[in-house]
């Protein structure tokens, strides 16, 4: 909880001054680190470290991510943009801790799973996203 209320001081603005891609991108980067480090790491105090960098990501990916998204996308897509963005959240905040809880009772399928997905993104956003209109704009390249 305290990297995400940290970074959220900073985050959107970063991500107006330097576009929304390289934020998101950033961000996904940043997550992809923390959950390699939470499933190598056997020290509680470097784990409370890597939760924390974890959760620094989550205005980036979720928030800046959400804007991102929206102006990609024309108006008339733009609530199925939001709907899907919504059913992945519920997705990976209730339903993979419930797989964890429920089914498998251990965490490295888990998160190697989150961290597979992290990674598809990172390659998706970098190779297949251009950069959103706004920051075109608020630079003057339009």
């Not at 804007?67 to 905040?93: A, D, R, T």
Request: hydrophobic letters at 55%; one cysteine or more.
């Amino acid at each position: 909880m305290a990297g995400i209320i940290f970074s959220l001081l900073f985050v959107p603005l970063i991500s107006d001054k330097y576009g929304r891609k390289n934020v998101f991108c950033g961000s996904i980067l940043l997550s992809i680190m923390a959950q390699f480090g939470l499933i190598v790491s056997e020290n509680y105090q470097i784990t409370l470290i890597l939760i924390a960098v974890f959760g620094m990501a989550w205005p980036g990916i979720s928030l800046v991510g959400l804007i991102y998204g929206l102006e990609l996308f024309p108006k008339h897509l733009q609530k199925v943009f939001l709907w899907q963005f919504i059913q992945m959240n519920i997705v990976s905040i209730f339903l993979l801790p419930l797989v964890y809880k429920s089914l498998v009772k251990d965490w490295y399928p888990v998160q190697s799973c989150a961290l597979l997905a992290a990674l598809a993104s990172l390659c998706f956003s970098i190779l297949f996203m251009p950069e959103s209109l706004w920051t075109y704009y608020s630079k003057g390249n339009y």
